[in-house]
């Protein structure tokens, strides 16, 4: 299907466990965002890229980690959970113009870690 | 490091009536964009508008940006209670030149019926 999914959609997990979350478009679009969304402070980016194997970090990076080898996936990895990172976490994508740069959202991973 | 912040944090109103809700920023942009989200849901792109325009229209939405107060504002007009969401502006820095945005809080807004 044509878009941006993400998945899982659901996961609970335990501290120190670690964690991947995943995230595909079918739109090659060059880049790739990953914020989490936590009452109180919004959307606030993790890690971005802007092509494949070209990252970023964004405003929240520590305790994640990126990857970006192909184009249309970008997953990010929690190394080792700890509970300040229960959060939604969204994936976006946007086709890299500084005209109409706006993102696509996939439909957000609700991540609980005990 | 924040960019945009929207006022209200909430809002509600009947259907049938209309809904403003503003965005400020505090440096200089190349666009600024308002998303809707869902309750559960991600967020779906509204509208852009960019620096050099004033005032943009897509079906009942109507926005205006104001660059030299740094302001922008979201009209919805005959609100439906489909309106019910939360509604975040995005601006794009103008020393960006990545596609790199930069997300307010929110507003809440309800429909009442």
């Known amino acids: 299907d044509a878009g941006i999914t993400q998945s899982p959609r659901y996961k609970i997990t335990e501290t120190g466990r670690q964690v991947t979350l995943m995230c595909h478009q079918t739109w090659s679009h060059s880049y790739m965002f990953w914020y989490r969304q936590d009452l109180g402070h919004g959307l606030r980016l993790i890690y971005y890229?802007?092509?494949?194997?070209?990252?970023d970090k964004g405003e929240v990076p520590d305790g994640y980690v990126v990857s970006r080898s192909k184009t249309e996936n970008f997953p990010l990895t929690l190394e080792s959970a700890t509970r300040s990172q229960t959060s939604v976490y969204f994936c976006?994508?946007?086709?890299?113009?500084?005209?109409?740069?706006?993102?696509?959202f996939g439909p957000g991973t609700r991540l609980t870690v005990l | 490091s924040q960019q945009g912040e929207e006022d209200p944090q909430a809002l509600s109103i009947q259907e049938g009536e209309n809904a403003t809700m503003n965005c400020s920023y505090k440096?200089?942009?190349?666009?600024l964009q308002w998303y809707r989200q869902n309750s559960g849901r991600g967020l779906v792109h509204l509208i852009l508008i960019r620096s050099n325009e004033r005032e943009k229209h897509s079906g009942r939405l109507r926005v205006t940006l104001d660059t030299s107060k740094k302001s922008s504002s979201l009209l919805i007009t005959a609100s439906r209670a489909a309106d019910t969401a939360s509604y975040f502006c995005?601006?794009?820095?103008?020393?960006?030149?990545?596609?790199?945005?930069?997300f307010g809080k929110g507003t809440r807004l309800h429909i009442l019926p």
């Open positions: 995005a601006t794009h820095p103008y020393m960006n030149r990545d596609d790199k945005i930069i």
């Open positions: 890229s802007a092509a494949a194997d070209i990252t």
């Open positions: 976006a994508s946007s086709a890299a113009s500084l005209v109409r740069n706006e993102q696509f």
């Open positions: 440096t200089s942009i190349n666009n």
